[in-house]
């Protein structure tokens, strides 16, 4: 998509090229990246007028699209009375708010809330939890971390050495990093009978490692950015059952599952687990600002704190920053004012019977929908500039990576809206 800007534009985007590293990307960079002028529900005003329909919702976060006036005007408010103070020694009516909602929401038994900055610091915070809840027990080598494998749980190092160390995106760490335990993937499919190999491989795992190892982590029922794969409930809550029995925490990241995009409110509601720990992100804020938030039990923090040095050893400057706790409340008032499962069960059978056809298409190894959440699996992986250049010339922006291209549009995208998104992303898979 070749774009026509004025030279403001132009020389914004010549600086951003030359000066500015966008994620995953060189610097200089060699793709010109496209300048945005403003946002409006599930639309995306580009910076040569065009418009085009939103089909990530900025990384599974704008769950209510842009600029949703409710969310806006507790924005406004908040910050005319307080943007922000520090956390320390203080509170505020928006922290202790959203604190009320969070564990009113999440399954029953995460009370404690500790306020992070993003998902990869929360899930940065629920690992060195859990390395002082075994310290605090006298037990100090239960100092290991065991996964799956294509899992994701974050950029920072704590959170790479729990990410796919071959398929995932941090292969060139691996000699640098905490060596983790890896257990296989969970079977795919949301649906599958299975004959449960993985429930075995994992309890194998445990039963030799359950004396060194500190935590289980695992993204509950959809496994994001390390492959985008959907797995079956009953291998979660067979997990949360072996976690038991063998003395392993367990830490659900929800920081993209949460706040309904699977359909539940929580993915661990499809299993009717309490994890131990538990990470949040992404669509707290409707997408509106950077926040994320780690809970866990009352017997893990108890725990803690009745140890040396009797604290929880972690306070990001800009926590609970109360705008950002506005925004949050506002977003899940929002969320739970609407019909949002039933919106999100149309958006599934849109989908389905938008993207299921192509998989019938040469190249296409896969297609795949579960709530809000669309994605076809090419047989190539290098085909997704072109797949991208492709949806933009039929008004779409979606961002494929690997050989996924996928799809998770904000939970109130109108219906022709949602069209013009399936419509694009079929054109340009048939268009290969």
């Known amino acids: 998509m070749t774009m026509q800007l004025d030279p403001h534009w132009q020389a914004l985007i010549d600086f951003d090229q030359q000066h500015i590293w966008h994620p995953y990307s060189a610097s200089p960079n060699p793709i010109p990246p496209i300048g945005v002028k403003c946002t409006q529900g599930s639309l995306i005003t580009l910076a040569d007028g065009s418009e085009v329909v939103d089909g990530m ?178 291998y979660l809550k067979a997990v949360r059952e072996l976690c038991t029995e063998y003395d392993v925490l367990m830490i659900a990241d929800e920081i993209a599952t949460g706040f309904g995009r699977t359909g539940k409110l929580f993915a661990c509601e499809w299993a009717e687990i309490t994890p131990d720990i538990m990470t949040i992100g992404k669509a707290l804020t409707g997408g509106n600002l950077t926040m994320a938030v780690m809970l866990c039990t009352d017997q893990i923090s108890d725990t803690i704190c009745q140890g040396e040095p009797g604290v929880l050893m972690h306070g990001p400057t800009f926590m609970a920053n109360p705008l950002a706790c506005a925004t949050a409340i506002a977003s899940i008032d929002l969320l739970l004012e609407t019909p949002w499962q039933e919106n999100i069960a149309q958006i599934e059978q849109h989908l389905r019977t938008e993207l299921s056809p192509l998989a019938e298409l040469d190249g296409v190894a896969d297609v795949r929908v579960l709530g809000a959440i669309g994605v076809i699996e090419m047989q190539r992986s290098d085909l997704g500039s072109q797949i991208q250049a492709a949806c933009l010339e039929n008004g779409v922006w979606i961002r494929p990576f690997g050989k996924l291209v996928y799809t998770m549009p904000a939970f109130n995208i109108p219906s022709e809206q949602l069209k013009t998104l399936t419509d694009g992303i079929k054109a340009a898979t048939h268009s290969l």
């Open 57 to 234: 919702s900025s990384w599974w976060a704008a769950i209510h699209g842009y600029n949703h006036p409710q969310i806006m005007q507790a924005m406004k408010e908040q910050i005319d009375q307080m943007p922000h103070i520090m956390f320390g020694g203080l509170t505020h009516e928006p922290a202790v708010e959203l604190a009320k909602r969070l564990v009113e929401l999440t399954p029953k038994g995460l009370e404690k809330v500790f306020f992070a900055d993003s998902g990869s610091v929360a899930m940065e915070v629920a690992i060195k939890i859990v390395l002082q809840y075994w310290i605090s027990r006298g037990q100090k080598r239960k100092n290991r971390l065991l996964t799956v494998r294509n899992g994701y749980h974050g950029d920072t190092f704590a959170t790479m050495a729990v990410c796919d160390p071959v398929n995932g995106m941090h292969h060139l760490f691996n000699d640098v990093l905490r060596q983790s335990i890896f257990a296989p993937a969970p079977q795919m499919g949301f649906d599958i009978e299975s004959d449960n190999q993985d429930i075995a491989d994992l309890e194998n795992i445990l039963q030799n490692h359950s004396h060194e190892i500190a935590a289980l982590t695992l993204e509950p029922i959809v496994q994001g950015a390390g492959g985008m794969r959907f797995y079956r409930p009953a």
